[in-house]
């Protein structure tokens, strides 16, 4: 069985500075990673995956993520974040020979103060 | 991409009712998913509802307390019976892109549902 592990509850940063958003995961096989990310009140939107290739993974509004299968991580980076990228972030992971259902992690709240 | 709509958005419920939450999709799609996301937790997987036969649901949840109908490829409910406090949450569907199936999924944007 698979897991996922997210070291941060809750990330506080200032506007521009980076933030990396921790992610670890727990499984005996080959995976396929996720990070999604949750506005309020809306629900769940894919910013990034990793499937095969290349370990750094470029998603949308300007994040990345860096898969390290040594260390089972896939950590959540943005060199400069903006006031809207207040927001819940999930990693998650599915298994490419189970099932595919992804199993996500408990989240990060990403806030940005001015 | 696929657009999903939920309703209601948001309610409010009295102990020992019930609820149904609709889940309408604007293109057919073979696989989809109610999770439910508890505050501060992960999002928890329900049930896949099937098109045309009972859903298949996840340890811990059964059909009594949370039937599911799939009439049809682009419809699906989550009707929350009997309700109590504990089952205060946000009760998300989603369903699977088109393509080779990797475990991304499209969600609707929820209904938050507050049981008093």
């Known amino acids: 069985a698979q897991s996922v592990t997210q070291l941060d509850s809750q990330v506080p940063v200032f506007e521009e500075a980076p933030v990396e958003l921790r992610c670890n995961y727990s499984?005996?096989?080959?995976?396929?990673l996720f990070w999604y990310v949750q506005y309020p009140n809306q629900g769940l939107q894919l910013l990034l995956k990793?499937?095969?290739?290349?370990?750094l993974v470029k998603g949308i509004n300007g994040f990345e993520a860096e898969f390290n299968k040594s260390q089972t991580s896939f950590h959540l980076r943005k060199p400069s974040v903006h006031i809207s990228d207040t927001a819940e972030y999930f990693c998650a992971v599915s298994d490419p020979r189970g099932s595919y259902i992804p199993t996500f992690g408990r989240g990060t709240s990403l806030i940005v103060h001015p | 991409s696929a657009v999903i709509s939920q309703k209601p958005s948001r309610d409010i419920c009295q102990r020992g009712t019930s609820l149904t939450i609709q889940c309408q999709v604007d293109s057919q799609v073979t696989m989809m998913f109610w999770y439910r996301q508890q505050p501060g937790q992960s999002l928890t997987l329900i049930a896949t509802a099937n098109q045309g036969s009972e859903a298949t649901y996840e340890s811990g949840f059964v059909i009594d307390k949370f039937p599911i109908s799939r009439p049809n490829l682009t419809f699906s409910t989550l009707t929350v019976s009997n309700m109590s406090p504990e089952d205060s949450s946000i009760y998300l569907c989603?369903?699977?892109?088109?393509?080779?199936?990797?475990?991304?999924?499209?969600f609707g944007e929820g209904s938050r549902l507050t049981v008093l």
């Open positions: 990793y499937l095969s290739g290349s370990t």
């Open positions: 989603s369903v699977v892109p088109p393509g080779l199936y990797t475990g991304e999924l499209f």
């Open positions: 499984s005996s096989v080959s995976v396929y």
